[in-house]
């Protein structure tokens, strides 16, 4: 088994968001103190568009910096918008896990059938934790998803939406103690 030193999770925000953003920041800091070297990303275009090649391609520099750095086994990790790019880069490219937090899959009125489709793709073990009342990714959806993708673990938030909220500790020490979990398998 590769020894924590030589694994890493890849960190993308959410819409607009940065390595800054403060969900990510925490759930850096608590991968950190796993020994899971946390890589937030900043995307390389502030407002991505509909395309999401440029996002693509940055978790994908990120992954292979971090396999060129010596990591063995590398995860991604993305809240909302930047769950929406791990797992299309994950449905092509599996990594050694994939989480996402708050998955942003079918908001009313914009259903995401691209989205849908990348999820149900997914061949790495994949955690979706997700807020109980997110109306941009509806519990519903997930499940229907999760039924045929043996892979697919969803952790419900209760009483939250797509903002977690005083939930956000919760959600993010979840994601880490599943993700500890899948690396050292």
């Not at 050694?96 to 489709?117: F, Q, T």
């Amino acid at each position: 088994m590769a020894e924590r030193k030589h694994w890493a999770a890849v960190l993308a925000p959410g819409y607009g968001g940065t390595s800054e953003q403060p969900i990510v920041q925490a759930m850096a800091a608590r991968l950190a103190q796993s020994g899971i070297v946390a890589r937030p990303i900043s995307y390389s275009r502030a407002r991505p568009g509909g395309d999401l090649g440029p996002e693509l391609e940055d978790v994908r520099r990120a992954r292979d910096e971090a396999l060129r750095a010596g990591a063995q086994r590398v995860a991604l990790v993305g809240r909302s918008f930047g769950g929406r790019v791990c797992t299309r880069v994950a449905a092509q490219e599996p990594p050694r896990a994939l989480v996402v937090l708050g998955h942003p899959i079918s908001p009313r009125n914009r259903p995401r059938p691209d989205d849908e489709a990348a999820l149900a793709a997914v061949r790495c073990p994949t955690l979706i934790v997700q807020g109980e009342h997110d109306a941009l990714g509806p519990l519903d959806v997930l499940q229907r998803i999760a039924a045929i993708n043996p892979c697919i673990e969803i952790a419900v938030l209760r009483g939250v939406g797509h903002q977690f909220g005083a939930r956000q500790a919760e959600g993010i020490e979840r994601a880490a103690t599943w993700l500890l979990e899948v690396l050292q398998r």
